[in-house]
Nanobody
């Protein structure tokens, strides 16, 4: 069982930056791949970024490449999402999730989810 808690969301102007954190409970954090997803009002949940358990493999949605950076600190049981050059269309609830194995891009492959943190980007 893994319990995930996101933090770092908030209100930011277009072009600004935010850093999201997701802290996991349990001593097996380093064995899980971690992903970030987001869901805007009236839209489906979409993949943002993912990082393998070792941290050696990283994946991004095309629209986030070059703007977002995912990283993890296994010693701190934490995964991060650095978001730069934010746009109003990035406004959404951002969720972190943990996966044992499977497709990094598919939300239904992730077994554990946080409660989400709201990111609002004003124009």
């Amino acid at each position: 069982q893994v319990h995930l808690v996101e933090s770092g969301g908030g209100l930011v102007q277009a072009g600004g930056s935010l850093r999201l954190s997701c802290t996991a409970s349990g001593r097996t954090f380093s064995s899980y791949a971690m992903g970030w997803f987001r869901q805007a009002p009236r839209k489906e949940r979409e993949f943002v970024a993912a990082i393998s358990a070792s941290g050696n493999s990283i994946y991004y949605a095309d629209s986030m490449k070059g703007r977002f950076t995912i990283s993890r600190g296994n010693a701190k049981n934490t995964v991060y999402l650095q978001m730069n050059s934010l746009k109003p269309e990035d406004t959404a609830v951002y969720y972190c999730a943990a996966m044992n194995s499977g497709s990094y891009y598919r939300a239904d492959e992730y077994a554990y989810w946080g409660q989400g943190t709201q990111v609002t980007v004003s124009s």
